[in-house]
């Protein structure tokens, strides 16, 4: 099973409509399972910007396609609007996976939370699915800090409720979006995979527009791919291992 991460799209003052064109023209020709949005998708949470977003990710030719919120999107009252524009389901069941979605945006808020309840949801829930089928959560907000990325005030502020839901529920994957950086962090089984911005000109750290590449299959350990946009195609942890801090 193949699946692209996009995130960050940000359509508006920083958005990039040749990047994002050449973006669908990759992607088309990957033919990808499902693609997950990582939250984003406006940089206003503003009734026309949602409508060019739902509109460009129209161009794309895939069955499945998981749209998250991001704190950007739940600006002025886009909250309102967002699961007008593009409703999501909690669980995607696929032969070879299961994505699980987790909203942590909240109204006119730059941090994260995920809550009580969506972590006791998910405690009972990943439970009833067997271990060696491979389970992937997608959300908006980092759940660990990146570097080259400032500070960490905008975070998941219940980071380490959820983050031991993850551990302890057998979680092989977590994407992220949101500091637009690409990253990516091993804990064992858990793998987290942050992604760059896909279409906008707000760079941290890495100053290129890219996106992920996800292939997973039955009882193997998803493999995340960085693909620089008009550019190669190369493991996310390449990036990590070959990383030098600006001097």
Known sequence: MQIVQLSDIHIGGLFVQSVFDTVVEEVNKLKPDAIIVTGDLTDDGLMIQFEKSRKELERFDCPNMIVIAGNHDYRHTGYL??????PTKQIYEFDDALIFTVG???PDRDEGEV???QNLWMEKTLSKYPETKPKIVAMHHHLIGIPDTGTDKIIILD???TLRTFLQSGVDLVLCGHKHRPWMWNLGRLAIAYAGTSSSIRFRGFFENCYNIIEVGKEKKPRVDI?????????????VEEYKPFS
Do not use: H, N, W
């Open 159 to 161: 980071a380490g409720d």
């Open 81 to 86: 609007l967002f699961k007008k524009f593009f």
């Open 104 to 106: 942590t945006a909240r």
């Open 227 to 239: 693909k620089i946009v008009g550019k190669k195609r190369f493991p996310l942890s390449q990036l």
């Open 115 to 117: 809550g009580y309840r």
